[in-house]
């Protein structure tokens, strides 16, 4: 079954190390999307992908890299990771915007 | 970039009754409006979605309104019951055609027996 993978489910990490969040599809979507969500934001867009090789900023990138080494794997990169990154990350992915599929998130607390 | 409101945060229901979300949005090339459900500790669900070609859909329980003029639409849960009880997010694609979606704060319903 075509799913999106997330991995860790969960994370602690100290002020100022590095943390890698990833996220494998078996959709064959093109696109794919990193998202992280917060009480009274929602979801807000950090980085997205059309391809392998290809990323993009979405809205709210400061702060993240990301990284799409192959049409199935998405990584969300904190190089200095602070504690208003403490959030719930979702990951998608997509062929066009009417197929996303998300994944079933990170949990990542800094302190 | 597109902007999504939406209305309201907390939404308190007798089982039974109709239950509304409001959602607006910015940008006039926007062509697609899903909705997702999010039950605690899981991630969105798809529930329906509507594109700028339509202004309305149906499907069981669920309604959902497009006035593309107003830049408005709406999901209307008719006939609530305990289990729609969870957040519900709108969303406006960011543009025609870029694969991304903007979404708004969310909505808690809470379906009261």
């Known amino acids: 079954e075509a799913a999106v993978t997330q991995s860790p489910r969960n994370k602690v990490a100290v002020t100022g190390g590095k943390v890698t969040l990833s996220c494998n599809q078996t959709n064959n979507h093109n696109n794919m999307y990193w998202y992280r969500q917060d009480t009274g934001h929602g979801l807000r867009l950090i980085h997205y992908?059309?391809?392998?090789?290809?990323?993009e900023k979405g809205d709210i990138p400061d702060g993240y890299k990301a990284s799409r080494p192959s049409q199935e794997n998405f990584s969300l990169i904190l190089e200095l990771a602070t504690p208003s990154q403490t959030s719930v990350y979702f990951c998608?992915?997509?062929?066009?915007?009417?197929?996303?599929?998300f994944g079933s998130g990170t949990r990542l607390l800094v302190i | 970039g597109e902007q999504v409101e939406q209305l309201p945060s907390i939404l308190r229901v007798q089982e039974g009754s109709s239950a509304s979300i409001n959602c607006s949005y910015e940008?006039?090339?926007?062509?697609?409006f899903p909705w997702y459900k999010q039950e605690p500790g899981e991630n969105p669900k798809l529930i329906i979605d509507?594109?700028?070609?339509?202004e309305r859909k149906q499907i069981q329980e669920l309604i959902v309104l497009l006035d593309k003029k107003a830049k408005r639409f709406s999901l209307h849960i008719t006939d609530t019951q305990p289990g729609d009880s969870a957040m519900y997010f709108c969303?406006?694609?960011?543009?025609?055609?870029?694969?991304?979606?903007?979404f708004g704060h969310g909505t808690i319903l809470r379906v009261h027996p």
């Open positions: 992908s059309y391809g392998a090789g290809s990323t």
């Open positions: 969303a406006a694609s960011a543009g025609a055609n870029t694969g991304k979606l903007t």
């Open positions: 940008d006039s090339a926007s062509n697609y």
């Open positions: 509507i594109r700028s070609n339509m």
């Open positions: 998608a992915s997509g062929f066009r915007d009417s197929d996303y599929t």
